[in-house]
């Protein structure tokens, strides 16, 4: 298997060097030899840009330049963390991951120290090379494992290694923001003008040093001397904050601050130029060549044909895709491996009852064909994997094979039977605001489809209780749920058990007791998941005199996820939402309303969020309705200063008291 590499163009680097050349930065740390450290670092007790951060990077370094006559790349990477406290050792647990499929990549010359400062005086131990480990993670995938020794609080480790490939397409990506903060990156790249590779950039930071230059080279061949050019390119930031992991963010590899390359052509040493640009079409025509992805189409599969006149006894399509789909899913068990390329193969895997996501969904696939369903075979990235950029034409930006159906103009379908509660009838949650490329062979047609959830869906909750002299309440409270949000709830349960799962209904507020909880059409999926929960209250704050009653329980809403003023990355809800919550509280004998929220309404001027709050006393009872609506799924870092003073608004009026007073 040919191992497939990401592309797209989408600036130019030259704006970043002449913005960091208008600028006078202060002097940057810069790399410094390996074995070399300052008392000053090794003194250091707090990061200086981020003052929290448990350890810092406080170098990485990357040389990268052609060997082999121009046929294989080595990178040189050294890198240097800091570790200020017992939170901080984590990271000396390194793991280095490379492609080892057709022994396309392989890791040199590996060296690690740990460096202390031990009554004034530095003290280094070394890694024992015998502690250095290579495991694989599957058929294409190992990784390099070891553990930094003498690791302290105060202590600075390095490592150093080279990376190699023999393929001149597999440039590699470097990623110049991590989860803890970076005080200084260095990468220096030494490319042949035989080859042009294009390079996306996302990076935010100002560039604290940019150089170039060129040298004249010479390759002899067969006796024979061509001259060629390379350029020498060195980039480098400095105090970059860490990326942490930000409520509702997508994935680290969306938003992490990084360049990645692709070859777009090359001009061989006297011969003619060869493009190597991928389109969508090209892509699609190496999945249905690939032996394990569209050589596994048409493998037989032993009992299938029970499956197939079982399907095909239904009346409507409809019927035989929910009929074959469900019998895969119960039938296979994911082994949890996520690639867009079978491992066993389908037959096997089938006969196993066990694979991973691409050979469950191609088996899928296959039954659903033999049952004359129109379907066809799709890759898609999961949610941790990071977003399909429609622009980037490369293979290696999917992980997951599924498939696609589209039953007509109004019902398209993207089946995956990896996961145990999943529905035929609705995208996985993972897969959304995301692309897939699916491929027809017949028709030689190899498209792009943004993967989306258009409808809000819709969470109800009733609350039915009365309020006793004291300050205690007793009632019921009704949950319905559908699409992702009964999906979620059945996972949660499930996994959970009851006893957990009653906690997070009650969002582990102990002042709650749940007397009884009962769980309606968990096994229909077609019908609303119905929670019935009968429950008690101490109500906090009561006294001979008062009673307080916040009306927000059993919500989600009891935790504002957006209290940082600040926000790294882009907002993931992942599909629009609407919560329709309904209370009804009888008030106790010889009492009275003493302070009653007010009706209120609040709308986002982009009209991206609303809140409403009705409250109404009438019959001896007050009755509370809330009504939040997040109308989009996706929402920009750039606008967060509207979204956080909205959301803090609607936490302080989600959570206002009604006030009870005696007599």
């Given at each position: 298997m040919t191992k497939t590499f990401t592309i797209v163009l989408l600036a130019v680097l030259s704006a970043f060097s002449a913005n960091a050349q208008a600028q006078t930065a202060p002097p940057v740390p810069e790399a410094q030899p390996y074995g070399t450290v300052s008392k000053e670092d090794l003194e250091m007790k707090a990061c200086e840009f981020e003052k929290d951060a448990n350890a810092e990077v406080l170098f990485i370094k990357g040389d990268l330049y052609f060997t082999g006559e121009l046929i294989s790349i080595t990178q040189e990477i050294h890198k240097r963390i800091k570790i200020f406290n017992d939170n901080g050792k984590g990271e000396a647990d390194i793991k280095i991951p490379f492609y080892s499929g057709d022994h396309l990549e392989y890791l040199t010359g590996i060296q690690a120290e740990t460096i202390n400062l031990v009554d004034g005086k530095i003290e280094i131990t070394k890694l024992d090379k015998k502690l250095i480990y290579t495991k694989n993670v599957d058929k294409d995938m190992s990784e390099v494992t070891f553990t930094m020794p003498n690791v302290k609080p105060g202590c600075i480790i390095e490592y150093k290694y080279n990376w190699n490939t023999n393929y001149f397409g597999d440039f590699p990506d470097w990623f110049f923001q991590e989860k803890i903060p970076v005080r200084y990156n260095e990468l220096t790249t030494s490319i042949p003008d035989v080859f042009y590779y294009r390079v996306i950039s996302h990076l935010n930071e100002p560039l604290a040093k940019y150089k170039t230059s060129t040298d004249g080279r010479s390759l002899l061949d067969d006796g024979q001397s061509y001259q060629y050019n390379l350029k020498n390119e060195t980039r480098a930031v400095a105090n970059v904050h860490s990326l942490p992991d930000e409520p509702f963010m997508s994935s680290f590899n969306?938003?992490?601050?990084a360049f990645r390359y692709q070859l777009v052509s090359i001009r061989p040493i006297g011969g003619f130029q060869k493009t190597f640009s991928d389109t969508w079409a090209k892509v699609g025509g190496?999945?249905?060549?690939?032996?394990?992805?569209?050589?596994?189409?048409?493998?037989?599969?032993?009992?299938?044909?029970?499956?197939?006149?079982?399907?095909?006894?239904f009346k409507t399509d409809e019927e035989k895709v929910a009929y074959?789909?469900?019998?895969?899913?119960?039938?296979?068990?994911?082994?949890?491996?996520?690639?867009?390329?079978?491992?066993?193969?389908?037959?096997?895997?089938?006969?196993?009852?066990?694979?991973?996501?691409?050979?469950?969904?191609?088996?899928?696939y296959h039954l659903l064909k033999k049952s004359g369903i129109t379907a066809y075979p799709m890759v898609v990235s999961t949610k941790e994997h990071g977003k399909v950029d429609p622009y980037y034409t490369s293979l290696a930006q999917f992980n997951r094979g599924v498939v696609y159906v589209p039953l007509d103009s109004t019902r398209e379908y993207v089946l995956d039977a990896t996961?145990?509660?999943?529905?035929?009838?609705?995208?996985?949650?993972?897969?959304?605001?995301?692309?897939?490329?699916?491929?027809?062979?017949?028709n030689n047609k190899y498209d792009i489809i943004h993967l989306k959830k258009e409808t809000s869906i819709r969470e109800a909750i009733l609350i039915n209780a009365e309020i006793k002299p004291g300050g205690k309440l007793e009632g019921t409270v009704q949950i319905s749920?559908?699409?992702?949000?009964?999906?979620?709830?059945?996972?949660?349960?499930?996994k959970d058990g009851e006893k957990k799962y009653i906690d997070f209904l009650r969002n582990d507020d102990n002042t709650i007791k749940v007397a009884s909880l009962k769980i309606d059409n968990m096994e229909v999926d077609s019908l609303p998941l119905i929670q019935n929960v009968a429950f008690s209250m101490d109500m906090a704050g009561a006294d001979e005199n008062y009673i307080y009653l916040n009306p927000n329980l059993f919500t989600p809403f009891k935790t504002n996820f957006?209290?940082?003023?600040n926000r790294l990355t882009n907002i993931d809800f992942v599909y629009p939402r609407t919560y329709s919550i309904n209370g009804v509280f009888k008030i106790p004998a010889g009492y009275k309303t003493d302070a009653l929220p007010k009706s209120i309404s609040m709308v986002m001027p982009d009209k991206s969020f609303s809140f409403?709050?009705?409250?109404?006393?009438?019959?001896?009872?007050?009755a509370v309705r809330y009504t939040i609506s997040y109308n989009v799924a996706e929402y920009s870092k750039d606008n967060y200063p509207d979204m956080h003073d909205f959301f803090k608004k609607m936490n302080e009026l989600l959570n206002e008291q009604i006030v009870l007073k005696k007599g």
């Amino acid at each position: 298997m040919t191992k497939t590499f990401t592309i797209v163009l989408l600036a130019v680097l030259s704006a970043f060097s002449a913005n960091a050349q208008a600028q006078t930065a202060p002097p940057v740390p810069e790399a410094q030899p390996y074995g070399t450290v300052s008392k000053e670092d090794l003194e250091m007790k707090a990061c200086e840009f981020e003052k929290d951060a448990n350890a810092e990077v406080l170098f990485i370094k990357g040389d990268l330049y052609f060997t082999g006559e121009l046929i294989s790349i080595t990178q040189e990477i050294h890198k240097r963390i800091k570790i200020f406290n017992d939170n901080g050792k984590g990271e000396a647990d390194i793991k280095i991951p490379f492609y080892s499929g057709d022994h396309l990549e392989y890791l040199t010359g590996i060296q690690a120290e740990t460096i202390n400062l031990v009554d004034g005086k530095i003290e280094i131990t070394k890694l024992d090379k015998k502690l250095i480990y290579t495991k694989n993670v599957d058929k294409d995938m190992s990784e390099v494992t070891f553990t930094m020794p003498n690791v302290k609080p105060g202590c600075i480790i390095e490592y150093k290694y080279n990376w190699n490939t023999n393929y001149f397409g597999d440039f590699p990506d470097w990623f110049f923001q991590e989860k803890i903060p970076v005080r200084y990156n260095e990468l220096t790249t030494s490319i042949p003008d035989v080859f042009y590779y294009r390079v996306i950039s996302h990076l935010n930071e100002p560039l604290a040093k940019y150089k170039t230059s060129t040298d004249g080279r010479s390759l002899l061949d067969d006796g024979q001397s061509y001259q060629y050019n390379l350029k020498n390119e060195t980039r480098a930031v400095a105090n970059v904050h860490s990326l942490p992991d930000e409520p509702f963010m997508s994935s680290f590899n969306d938003n992490v601050q990084a360049f990645r390359y692709q070859l777009v052509s090359i001009r061989p040493i006297g011969g003619f130029q060869k493009t190597f640009s991928d389109t969508w079409a090209k892509v699609g025509g190496r999945l249905i060549d690939d032996e394990d992805f569209g050589g596994q189409f048409n493998r037989k599969l032993s009992g299938e044909e029970v499956i197939i006149a079982k399907a095909k006894s239904f009346k409507t399509d409809e019927e035989k895709v929910a009929y074959v789909f469900n019998e895969v899913k119960n039938t296979m068990k994911w082994n949890t491996v996520d690639d867009w390329q079978t491992d066993d193969g389908t037959s096997k895997s089938w006969d196993n009852k066990t694979g991973n996501s691409t050979e469950i969904n191609l088996i899928l696939y296959h039954l659903l064909k033999k049952s004359g369903i129109t379907a066809y075979p799709m890759v898609v990235s999961t949610k941790e994997h990071g977003k399909v950029d429609p622009y980037y034409t490369s293979l290696a930006q999917f992980n997951r094979g599924v498939v696609y159906v589209p039953l007509d103009s109004t019902r398209e379908y993207v089946l995956d039977a990896t996961g145990k509660y999943n529905m035929y009838n609705e995208i996985p949650e993972e897969l959304l605001n995301s692309s897939g490329l699916y491929v027809d062979k017949p028709n030689n047609k190899y498209d792009i489809i943004h993967l989306k959830k258009e409808t809000s869906i819709r969470e109800a909750i009733l609350i039915n209780a009365e309020i006793k002299p004291g300050g205690k309440l007793e009632g019921t409270v009704q949950i319905s749920n559908t699409s992702y949000n009964r999906i979620a709830a059945i996972n949660r349960y499930k996994k959970d058990g009851e006893k957990k799962y009653i906690d997070f209904l009650r969002n582990d507020d102990n002042t709650i007791k749940v007397a009884s909880l009962k769980i309606d059409n968990m096994e229909v999926d077609s019908l609303p998941l119905i929670q019935n929960v009968a429950f008690s209250m101490d109500m906090a704050g009561a006294d001979e005199n008062y009673i307080y009653l916040n009306p927000n329980l059993f919500t989600p809403f009891k935790t504002n996820f957006f209290l940082s003023e600040n926000r790294l990355t882009n907002i993931d809800f992942v599909y629009p939402r609407t919560y329709s919550i309904n209370g009804v509280f009888k008030i106790p004998a010889g009492y009275k309303t003493d302070a009653l929220p007010k009706s209120i309404s609040m709308v986002m001027p982009d009209k991206s969020f609303s809140f409403r709050r009705i409250v109404v006393e009438q019959d001896g009872s007050i009755a509370v309705r809330y009504t939040i609506s997040y109308n989009v799924a996706e929402y920009s870092k750039d606008n967060y200063p509207d979204m956080h003073d909205f959301f803090k608004k609607m936490n302080e009026l989600l959570n206002e008291q009604i006030v009870l007073k005696k007599g």
